[in-house]
C-alpha cells in the first residue's frame, strides 16, 4: 500500500512539475506583461495594452490584482487554478471576459489610483457599487482603443 501511494504521489508530483515548468509558472511570480501573455489566448489583450495610456505607468499587476502582497498571491492563484483549467480543458469563453472577482479588483485599483479624479464621484455612489462601475465607461482605457 505504501508503495502505490509513494507511486501515485510521485506521479502527481512529476506531472505537476512538469505542467508548471512546461507553462512557465515561474514567470506569473514577476510582474513582466509578458508572463500574461505565455497563453495564446492573452495576446490580444497584450498587443492592446501596448497601445493604451496605461501602457507607461501600469502593468497586469497593478490593475489586475489587489495592491497587498497576500490578496495579490490569493488572487494570482485562483486566476491560475482557472487559467490552467481552461487552457487544459479548452472550455474558457472567447472571447475571453473577466470575472466578477477581477472586475471588482480592477474597479478598486481605478479608484485607488485616480482618487484625486474619482473622489466625488466614488463618495456620490457608494451606495450602490454596481452603478459604479470603471469599466462600462473606460472600457478601452487599460487595453487602447477597439480594433
Known amino acids: 500500500m505504501r508503495l502505490l501511494v509513494a507511486i501515485l504521489l510521485g ?3 512529476g506531472l505537476g512539475g512538469s505542467t508548471f515548468l512546461y507553462g512557465k ?3 506569473y511570480f514577476s510582474n513582466d506583461p509578458r508572463a500574461c501573455k505565455n497563453c495564446h489566448i492573452m495576446s490580444d489583450q497584450f498587443d492592446s495594452w501596448l497601445k493604451s495610456s496605461h501602457h507607461a505607468v501600469a502593468a497586469c499587476n497593478d490593475c489586475h490584482t489587489p495592491h497587498g502582497l497576500v490578496r495579490k498571491l490569493m488572487t494570482k492563484a485562483d ?4 487559467h490552467s483549467k481552461g487552457f487544459t ?3 474558457f469563453p472567447e472571447p475571453i ?3 466578477r472577482h477581477n472586475r471588482q479588483v480592477l474597479n478598486r485599483n481605478c479608484q ?4 484625486d479624479l474619482v473622489n466625488e464621484v466614488v463618495a456620490a455612489h457608494a451606495h450602490d457599487e454596481t452603478r459604479f462601475d470603471c469599466i462600462r465607461c473606460h472600457v478601452a482605457s487599460g487595453h487602447g482603443p477597439e480594433r
Open 79 to 82: 486566476n491560475g487554478f482557472w
Open 11 to 13: 506521479c502527481l508530483v
Open 97 to 99: 471576459r473577466i470575472r
Open 89 to 91: 480543458l479548452q472550455d
Open 112 to 115: 485607488e489610483c485616480h482618487h
Open 25 to 27: 509558472g515561474f514567470s
